[in-house]
């Protein structure tokens, strides 16, 4: 177990360290143009460029640069953001809440709504209902993100609020620290716009594994062996069968946490994906870079605690 | 070479007689013909979009702001003149989405195909030959999928400026290494096949057992995966368009109209409900089809029927 462990985690901070470098790459040095001007932003004076040209050690050889990137990266200095002053990792942090609200809600109002609808249509498969809850499911599958945000925002804002039921606002954050209430009313739609998407993908996963799962032998042998249709299926069938999903929740989950840039644009939530447009609006590289960088961090820890889950569940991932 | 196509002959038969199973599994299949009919008219629609265009009469940019707005500056609802209605500055939204189907229709199939033309490729060696190819390919795909898209590709986009090309580029960078993954999977459960050892024993050489031999065999999942990947290539470019980092304005795109119109719900519901149909009218299409196709490739899904 040890050694899996180890081995894994060895795996994890390769694939970071992999990623690293693509943003070396792909921000520092292959940006057209001088790379000191794109740093110190579109309206910055010769001296300054100079001035940050000189601070970022742009005046020397790439390996220095590389070594000096890796150095601040290893000490989470992620850099000055040129807009504002301010810490690239402080700013970041401070726009977690919102992100993080996002993020979690979603996932647990997709999971309540797909995981039982994949079990109810996998027990009916070739029935009807399956048929419809398939259906149901591919379509909201092909809906994109911002089309959901948008038609959301019309109707259960808009349309809503001037038909005298003012129950939804059109947006913002509230942390939940200050009004849990509002916390949650702010909530709703944003929940709402990313679960369509997360919810048809959830409820075909859970459909094809309770599926395959009820097809096993020895879920035949319990039936078999004379267990009530209950307790086979809620006892043998279903932790197996759920395996798979929650593998990808995890996954779904660290790549959410990275921000989600339509969803908290429509609804004006400050969290990461909105610091991201507003840095790419601003040109602020640093912090670009910077959330880039927390959200590949956050897609590789997810990666890594599934495997590790996974792997004390199942003694055969270990060995593997 | 002509030994082994005659000893390849009676494995022929079979794979003959998998196609025509499938097609007529397709034919019944009453979702997959619909979807494939909508692919059929929307790519009908992308070919003739300059004929359309001509017969309509009006540019997909021009604005008719005596005609295509009411004398309070309002724009007009889909009606006889303009048959989905007119945008804020009186430009004709019906013609808009026709143009704008040419660029889905093109971006889709330009970037699907070379997305999975580069996967199939470097899957291919990837899972036939292994080693550094395949280390390296397990590496980049990692990285890839580290890489959280849509932040990195606005990122990307941002850098190195918005433009069509760019654009298509991080589509294409961000698709081709799943599909190698996947294909090198593929490869690695065929290549042990005893048709394979046949073929190599006849002498057949390395390209000809990849390309005669194991991709017919793979060829129907690469199909499967390449209609799913179309939907997802379609939002990917008509999220960047949304966000104003796709194609530059003011050329119409269905995300760029969608993000046009955002602050005019209140004066054109039509601007933002039709293009958003059309949005999802090709996403599911797709999706539909890629399902039926999968369904009719899947002989387990024909036993459980």
């Known amino acids: 177990m040890l050694r899996f462990l180890l081995r894994r985690l060895l795996f994890g901070l390769l694939t970071l360290w992999l990623i690293t470098l693509a943003v070396f790459v792909l921000f520092f040095l292959a940006t057209p143009g001088d790379?000191?001007?794109?740093?110190?932003?579109?309206?910055?004076?010769?001296?300054?460029?100079?001035?940050?040209?000189a601070r970022l050690g742009l005046d020397q050889p790439v390996y220095v640069q590389y070594l000096r990137y890796m150095w601040s990266l290893l000490h989470f200095d992620l850099g000055?953001?040129?807009?504002?002053?301010?810490?690239?990792?402080?700013?970041?942090?401070?726009?977690?809440?919102?992100?993080?609200?996002?993020?979690?809600?979603?996932?647990?109002?997709?999971?309540?709504?797909?995981?039982?609808?994949?079990?109810?249509?996998?027990r009916r498969s070739g029935q009807a209902a399956d048929r419809l809850i398939t259906m149901a499911a591919l379509a909201g599958m092909s809906f994109p993100t911002f089309v959901v945000g948008t038609l959301l925002f019309y109707v259960l804002f808009f349309q809503l609020t001037n038909a005298g039921f003012p129950i939804f606002p059109s947006g913002g954050f509230v942390p939940i620290t200050r009004d849990p209430l509002e916390w949650l009313r702010h909530m709703i739609l944003p929940w709402a716009t990313l679960a369509v998407v997360g919810t048809g993908t959830y409820t075909r996963i859970a459909r094809g594994s309770m599926l395959e799962t009820l097809?096993?032998?020895?879920?035949?042998?319990?039936?078999?062996?004379?267990?009530?249709e209950q307790r086979v299926m809620y006892k043998h069938a279903l932790p197996p069968a759920m395996t798979p999903v929650m593998t990808l929740v995890g996954l779904d989950l660290g790549g959410l946490l990275g921000g989600t840039i339509i969803t908290e644009r429509i609804w004006g939530l400050n969290g990461v994906g909105s610091l991201a447009v507003q840095a790419v609006e601003s040109g602020d590289?640093?912090?670009?870079?910077?959330?880039?960088?927390?959200?590949?961090?956050?897609?590789?820890?997810?990666?890594?605690?599934?495997?590790?889950?996974?792997?004390?569940?199942?003694?055969?991932?270990?060995?593997? | 070479m002509s030994d082994t196509t005659a000893t390849s002959r009676p494995l022929a038969a079979p794979v003959l007689s998998t196609r025509q199973r499938v097609l007529r599994q397709l034919l019944r299949d009453k979702a997959a013909m619909a979807a494939s009919a909508v692919i059929l008219l929307l790519v009908l629609t992308a070919v003739f979009a300059p004929l359309i265009v001509a017969l309509v009469g009006h540019g997909p940019?021009?604005?008719?702001r005596d005609t295509g707005l009411t004398a309070g500056g309002v724009p007009l609802p889909p009606g006889s003149l303009f048959l989905l209605g007119t945008d804020v500055v009186g430009r004709d939204l019906f013609v808009?989405?026709?143009?704008?189907?040419?660029?889905?229709?093109?971006?889709?199939?330009?970037?699907?195909?070379?997305?999975?033309?580069?996967?199939?490729?470097?899957?291919?060696?990837?899972g036939y030959r292994g080693g550094i190819i395949d280390t390296l390919l397990s590496g980049f795909v990692d990285v890839v999928l580290g890489l959280p898209l849509l932040i990195t590709a606005v990122a990307l986009v941002s850098v190195y400026g918005a433009s069509f090309g760019i654009m298509m580029g991080t589509i294409v960078f961000f698709t081709w290494g799943p599909v190698a993954r996947v294909v090198r999977n593929l490869v690695v459960a065929t290549k042990s096949g005893e048709f394979v050892d046949a073929a190599r024993m006849l002498g057949a050489s390395d390209t000809h057992i990849m390309v005669r031999e194991i991709l017919p065999n793979i060829a129907g999942q690469v199909i499967v995966y390449g209609s799913l990947l179309i939907p997802q290539v379609i939002v990917l470019e008509a999220s960047l368009s949304f966000l104003g980092l796709g194609v530059p304005p003011p050329t119409a795109t269905w995300g760029g109209i969608i993000a046009e119109n955002q602050t005019n719900y209140a004066v054109a519901w039509w601007s933002i409900l039709f293009p958003s149909l059309f949005l999802l009218a090709a996403t599911l299409a797709f999706n539909v089809l890629g399902d039926g196709l999968r369904d009719a490739l899947d002989p387990t899904v024909q036993r459980s029927r």
Do not use: H
């Open chain 2, 61 to 64: 940019n021009e604005q008719f």
């Open chain 1, 35 to 53: 790379p000191a001007l794109n740093f110190a932003g579109e309206f910055a004076t010769a001296e300054q460029v100079a001035m940050v040209s």
């Open chain 1, 80 to 122: 000055m953001s040129f807009v504002n002053q301010e810490e690239v990792l402080a700013t970041i942090v401070r726009r977690m809440p919102a992100t993080i609200s996002l993020a979690l809600g979603s996932v647990a109002v997709w999971l309540v709504i797909a995981i039982p609808a994949g079990i109810f249509s996998a």
């Open chain 1, 285 to 320: 590289l640093p912090v670009i870079m910077g959330t880039v960088l927390i959200a590949a961090f956050f897609v590789v820890v997810a990666n890594l605690c599934v495997d590790i889950l996974q792997a004390v569940r199942d003694s055969r991932v270990r060995l593997g």
């Open chain 1, 215 to 228: 097809n096993q032998d020895y879920v035949r042998t319990a039936r078999a062996k004379g267990l009530g």
């Open chain 2, 96 to 126: 808009r989405l026709v143009v704008g189907t040419q660029v889905t229709v093109f971006v889709a199939i330009a970037c699907a195909l070379t997305a999975i033309v580069i996967g199939v490729v470097v899957g291919m060696l990837a």
